[in-house]
């Protein structure tokens, strides 16, 4: 599941991403609360495929609710108006703010108030998704991958009894031993030494911890006193939240996002898998490496991973093989297909679930979303009349294949002749393969098309699409709407 962490404030929204896969929160950036902030956050609900949010809760240094805590919950409730099926919770912020500061500072790079903003959202997310392999800031113990929505007055998710308790702890520390200062000084100067050894290496940390907690018992038990064991827990728990913080941080330094584009095919996406650092040898091996999904046992013979990569943003660890990569898309694929009931749907309308992908790659080249089942009826409908669907962006699919830098096909007329399976302007039917791999948009259209009966359609100059039912209506429409479109380059 994928989340949204929010650091909210009056001026600005701190931004983070996170997949309850990896469990690893990332700054994405900062929101001007400018009034269109809700169509920011619409369009970030789209980018990363979620509606689910993790909202920092601010509290006073007593623990308890402030005016900026009524401003946030009055935020919460309005982004769920606003977002459709909007889910919502709280975690506590206390602090944040300083710490992803400071965290800033750690790397000695220029930064802004808006970076602070998206560092403390990814605090914030990571703390809920830490909360729930050792619960410390949440009382409410759902794992992200059931994610709920909550009302945003609900208290549960919040932790003012574990401030509140930590609170009387110091107190009671203070009060009980003349040599917690003592204790303090001394613990103090060992885990400032740990800290710089423990950036080194996550093994050099998890050993920092063993000896900074053995160190602490034994300075705690020669105190001989109820104060010093009460300060102790207080430290541990303390300490436990900067290991984890730092980490998570390490962790983000090692996690890259990896995006397919709905459109985009498997030479494009090589292409990009080469530009984040993969050998061309690794990318090329793992496109031609089986993969057992029942999903893929119905392409002929020799078909590609074309069509089969479903296009959206994942985070991969910078030692994950292309083949996990790979996988990754290919389980996203997998869930849209059961999920939406394609095979069977597509039967329905006389194709296979490859023809049915097979079209919906075209249709997605051809259209914005909004017009892809008007597009996927027209060519279901020159499929059942024999007509050849006559797409362009088959022909391109086709060039790129045999002569991607146009050498040998110069010009369209040219172009339009190139003897490719791939050709619907020369052969009929579907072309022998996709040429994209379809967004859910194109992929839904394909199985409930409109209920119209054109036979033609072109996109004019001015961006619109035009339909007609003869040939002589679609000359008319392209003369008077597509003047330059109609003569791009193929």
């Not at 500072?105 to 802004?112: F, N, W």
């Not at 369209?412 to 579907?430: F, I």
């Not at 791999?437 to 194109?442: H, S, T, V």
Request: overall charge negative; some cysteine.
């Amino acid at each position: 599941m994928k989340l949204l962490g929010l650091d909210v404030g009056e001026k600005r929204i701190g931004v983070a991403r996170a997949d309850s896969s990896t469990r690893i929160a990332v700054p994405i950036g900062f929101i001007n609360v400018d009034g269109i902030e809700w169509q920011e956050i619409a369009k970030l609900c789209r980018i990363h495929s979620t509606n689910c949010f993790v909202v920092g809760l601010p509290r006073s240094n007593e623990g308890n609710e402030t005016a900026q805590s009524v401003y946030v919950r009055n935020f919460a409730k309005v982004l769920i108006e606003k977002i459709p099926g909007a889910k919502v919770r709280f975690q506590d912020e206390s602090l944040t703010s300083v710490m992803a500061e400071e965290r800033l500072k750690a790397r000695r790079k220029a930064y802004e108030k808006g970076e602070i903003d998206a560092e403390a959202a990814a605090i914030i997310l990571q703390d809920f998704m830490e909360s729930f392999k050792n619960p410390r800031n949440t009382t409410d113990n759902t794992p992200p991958d059931q994610f709920s929505g909550s009302n945003p007055n609900d208290t549960s998710n919040t932790s003012s009894n574990t401030t509140q308790n930590v609170r009387s702890d110091i107190q009671s520390s203070e009060e009980g031993s003349e040599r917690s200062q003592e204790l303090t000084d001394t613990i103090k100067k060992e885990t400032d030494k740990m800290k710089l050894k423990a950036k080194k290496t996550k093994h050099k940390m998890r050993t920092a911890i063993k000896v900074i907690s053995v160190i602490v018992v034994i300075l705690a038990i020669v105190a001989g006193a109820t104060g010093g064991f009460l300060w102790y827990k207080q430290r541990e728990e303390e300490r436990a939240r900067y290991w984890a913080e730092l980490e998570a941080q390490q962790n983000a330094d090692n996690v890259f996002s990896f995006t397919i584009r709905p459109g985009e095919n498997i030479y494009e996406i090589k292409n990009n898998l080469i530009e984040v650092g993969y050998e061309p040898t690794e990318v090329d091996e793992a496109f031609n490496a089986p993969y057992d999904f029942a999903f893929l046992q119905g392409r002929p013979e020799g078909a590609t991973l074309e069509g089969y990569l479903f296009g959206e943003t994942h985070e991969f660890y910078k030692t994950d093989s292309v083949k996990d990569i790979l996988t990754k898309y290919l389980q996203g694929m997998e869930q849209v297909i059961t999920e939406n009931n394609l095979e069977q749907r597509y039967a329905a309308r006389g194709l296979s679930l490859y023809e049915g992908i097979t079209l919906a790659s075209v249709v997605q080249k051809e259209s914005a979303d909004a017009e892809m089942p008007t597009v996927a009826q027209v060519f279901l409908s020159r499929l059942a009349y024999g007509i050849p669907l006559g797409s362009d962006v088959t022909v391109t699919y086709a060039l790129d294949t045999v002569d991607p830098d146009r050498q040998t096909y110069t010009d369209n007329q040219a172009a339009l002749s190139v003897d490719s399976c791939y050709n619907t302007r020369l052969h009929a039917g579907l072309p022998c393969g996709p040429i994209s791999n379809p967004g859910l948009a194109a992929l839904l259209a394909v199985a409930e098309p409109t209920d119209t009966a054109y036979l033609y359609f072109l996109t004019g100059d001015d961006g619109l699409m035009y339909y007609s039912y003869t040939e002589a209506e679609h000359l008319q429409n392209a003369a008077a709407h597509c003047q330059s479109l109609c003569n791009v380059s193929l």
